[in-house]
């Protein structure tokens, strides 16, 4: 069983990806594939162009990622694919291509959630390490593109059960990032450029407190209020009316025109194009940030008593949030642990490695499944 090999799938959003994973801990092959360069051009994902771009991908991909894990159809002990959260014509790429593998081979086919996914993809890689030591409560600060969740974990015998106590009440974090970089003119997507050229500004340049980035409660009786919710729909209308105010618009026009004829530019590209006033505008911005998610998820983990943080999702490969996380849990002896950066983005990995506890008590999926845009975790 502990050897048992199982192939993942995931098309959730804007990455086509297949991994081969033994035993839930072991990574035979990850294979991604990014749309960035078919969603570039608009400044953010185009469900439509994703849906196309998987069809197209979703054969090579899996393939691929079968020959580099050394296995055939056959030795394939289970098929797992992401049925949500996610854009729903993406997910039914996966998903249908992953039915009909299993029919036709005859395996056991096994639905994950996405955001599980991320979760799995820090304890996958923890057991690579050899640790095998994880105390809990466990607190999972998902943070991505789509979502900005706290799960508070809880362990069963053979699989974890999460509650929800906090969620972002508008834009998800990296949603932040992407919208913030499109508003800047730094391209897309937002998260890696504004990460590289962060620590070239000066982030008390501009002040973005928490007027900006606080959701509100007022109103809201005591029992009923949720303390641990994020937004950051302010923060960037915040970011808005600064460079409206700074009278930024032809500096960032100027940049825009030269970035359009670099195909997939990266951050040395782009830092000669950026003033200091941009500089220090995207430092200030990022901290902000950062220091919310900290600061809420430290304040959740003293509250709920927690022994263990997770910092997983496409965010969480973010230089500042790592190092501000470590030395934050760090003064309060919680142990913090995150995906490596190449893990912590959409992968199918973390798909197949969130799929093996399920396995081991045959958790299979019925045929009749479908795709689930808004699949919450419980
Ligand atoms: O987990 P992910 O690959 O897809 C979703 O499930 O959404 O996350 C993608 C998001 C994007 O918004 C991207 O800008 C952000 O993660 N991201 C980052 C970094 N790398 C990716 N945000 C901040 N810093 C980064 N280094
Ligand atoms: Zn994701």
Avoid at 199 to 224: E, L, T, Y
Wanted: glycine share 8%; aromatic share 6%; hydrophobic share 45%.
């Amino acid at each position: 069983m502990a050897d048992a090999c199982i192939l993942g799938i995931e098309s959730s959003c804007d990455e086509t990806a297949a991994a081969v994973v033994r035993g839930g801990e072991q990574i035979l092959s990850n294979v991604v594939l990014s749309q960035i360069a078919t969603h570039q051009p608009y400044g953010g994902v185009v469900p439509e162009l994703a849906s196309r771009e998987h069809l197209r991908a979703i054969v090579p991909v899996v393939r691929r990622a079968l020959e580099d894990s050394g296995h055939t159809w056959e030795s394939i002990n289970a098929i797992a694919v992401t049925q949500g959260p996610g854009l729903a014509g993406a997910l039914l790429v996966g998903i249908s291509y992953a039915k009909a593998l299993a029919f036709a081979l005859n395996k056991p086919l096994i639905t994950v959630n996405h955001l599980e996914g991320h979760i799995h993809a820090v304890l996958l890689e923890e057991r690579q390490k050899g640790n095998f030591q994880v105390d809990f409560p466990v607190l999972s600060l998902v943070v991505s593109g789509g979502h900005t969740h706290l799960f508070l974990a809880a362990a069963h015998e053979n699989h974890w059960t999460y509650e929800t106590i906090g969620r972002t009440r508008d834009d998800a974090a990296g949603e932040a990032y992407d919208k913030v970089a499109k508003l800047l003119g730094l391209g897309y997507p937002g998260g890696p450029v504004i990460d590289g050229l962060a620590p070239h500004g000066d982030p008390r340049a501009a002040r973005f407190g928490s007027a900006q980035i606080k959701h509100d409660n007022r109103g809201v009786s005591k029992d009923r209020q949720t303390p641990f919710d994020f937004s950051f729909s302010g923060i960037k209308t915040a970011v808005l009316r600064y460079v409206q105010l700074e009278e930024m618009k032809n500096s960032i026009e100027a940049r825009q025109k030269i970035l359009a004829g670099i195909p997939q530019p990266a951050v040395a590209d782009i830092l000669p194009l950026c003033d200091k006033k941009t500089l220090d505008l995207v430092a200030s911005f990022q901290r902000a940030v950062v220091n919310d998610l900290v600061t809420k998820t430290l304040e959740a983990a003293r509250e709920r008593d927690v022994r263990t943080l997770f910092v997983t999702g496409g965010v969480a490969a973010n230089s500042e949030l790592r190092k501000t996380f470590d030395l934050e849990a760090g003064k309060e002896g919680l142990p913090v642990y995150f995906p490596s950066r190449k893990l912590s983005t959409d992968n199918a990995a973390m798909i197949a490695a969130a799929a093996y506890p399920k396995f081991v008590v045959r958790d299979f999926a019925s045929p009749e499944f479908s795709a689930e845009a808004s699949l919450a975790l419980r």
